[in-house]
T-cell receptor, first 116, second 115 residues
């Protein structure tokens, strides 16, 4: 079974620009979560999508948004980029069933975003 | 609010040594889930283990073992006879309640295994 894939793997943008990152979950997984990893703040939860709806949200400004398509693929968008948005953005997928005691998130390789 | 503490920032051992990575967590939920992930230099987080709060049984998988102690809010990870390929950053994580997928991660422990 193919794992979680993320594209692109590397991105370089300048301040003020916007960026869109893509994530394809493991086949059969309906939940996609996004995380930001920086040296200063570590790994932080951005949001989770399930059945095309945002189900959970972390503590990030509105410049960070996402969406999920009917095939469970997800995109994350960051508008008006700031230098501090430079990070590794990780996507994780899981079955997503509410109340499941065995649901586990499996991560993709990440997209490394550099903002100049 | 939930919190995960990995007090060991970096550990260096020589191959074949045993090493234990500590994880202490805080949560107000009675049902929660604990995880360990490995992050090699490539960046991808690799799932190692999941433990539900109502299952305190310790687990062994090959050279890896996990010790879950609810009384001390700890979920420690031991690698027996470490190998160079074990070099990575290891993260302990916590999620509360079955409906939430948000993982709260510790700051990670960088393990370097010298040949």
């Amino acid at each position: 079974k193919a794992g979680v894939t993320q594209t692109p793997r590397y991105l370089i943008k300048t301040r003020g620009q916007q960026v869109t990152l893509s994530c394809s979950p493991i086949s059969g997984h309906r939940s996609v979560s996004w995380y930001q990893q920086t040296p200063g703040q570590g790994l932080q939860f951005l949001f989770e999508y399930f059945s095309e709806t945002q189900r959970n949200k972390g503590n990030f400004p509105g410049r960070f948004s996402g969406r999920q398509f009917s095939n469970s693929r997800s995109e994350m968008n960051v508008s008006t980029l700031e230098l501090g948005d430079s990070a590794l953005y990780l996507c994780a997928s899981s079955l997503g069933e509410t109340g499941s005691y065995t649901d586990t998130q499996y991560f993709g390789p990440g997209t490394r975003l550099t903002v100049l | 609010a939930q919190k995960v503490t990995q007090a060991q920032t970096e550990i260096s051992v020589v191959e074949k040594e045993d090493v234990t990575l500590d994880c202490v967590y805080e949560t107000r939920d009675t049902t929660y889930y604990l995880f360990w992930y490995k992050q090699p230099p490539s960046g991808e987080l690799v799932f190692l283990i999941r433990r539900n709060s109502f299952d305190e049984q310790n687990e062994i998988s090959g050279r890896y073992s996990w010790n879950f102690q609810k009384s001390t809010s700890s979920f420690n990870f031991t690698i027996t006879a470490s190998q160079v390929v074990d070099s990575a950053v290891y993260f302990c994580a916590l999620s509360e309640a079955a409906g939430r997928r948000a993982l709260t991660f510790g700051s990670g422990t960088r393990l370097q295994v010298q040949p």
